[in-house]
């Protein structure tokens, strides 16, 4: 079955970096459309980047130029590179990855069928 399973977060002060990972297993890693998003209590979950199974990447217009989504093919692992972190950028991070298909090749991302990792926390004071 599929498992997403993110890292890396935790207190950091604004103006510095953290680098959380995503470690995913049960489908086949270079198939799948995979992203990061976010979520502040009372808000809805927002995408902060998203990697194409051909790997092109979008970014929120909030955090381009300061944080860098990548992927290790190797070890089955996406990156969330996160730098200048600013106060707003406070928030639960989830890793997403899109439904899988028979032989665990994923389908296209749809948010009715994602896969979700528990989140990990990121806080940035000022």
């Known amino acids: 079955q599929v498992q997403l399973v993110e890292s890396g977060g935790g207190p950091v002060q604004a103006g510095g970096s953290l680098k959380l990972s995503c470690k995913a297993s049960g489908f086949i890693f270079s198939t799948c459309a995979m992203g990061w998003y976010r979520q502040v209590p009372g808000k809805e979950r927002d995408l902060v980047a998203s990697i194409s199974s051909d790997g092109a990447v979008t970014y929120a217009e909030s955090v381009k130029g300061r944080f860098t989504a990548s992927q290790d093919h190797g070890r089955n692992t996406l990156y969330l590179q996160m730098n200048s972190l600013k106060t707003e950028d406070t928030a639960v991070y989830y890793c997403?990855?899109?439904?899988?298909?028979?032989?665990?090749?994923?389908?296209?991302?749809?948010?009715?069928?994602?896969?979700w990792g528990q989140g990990t926390q990121v806080t940035v004071s000022s």
């Open positions: 997403s990855a899109a439904g899988v298909l028979d032989l665990g090749v994923c389908g296209p991302w749809r948010a009715e069928t994602a896969n």
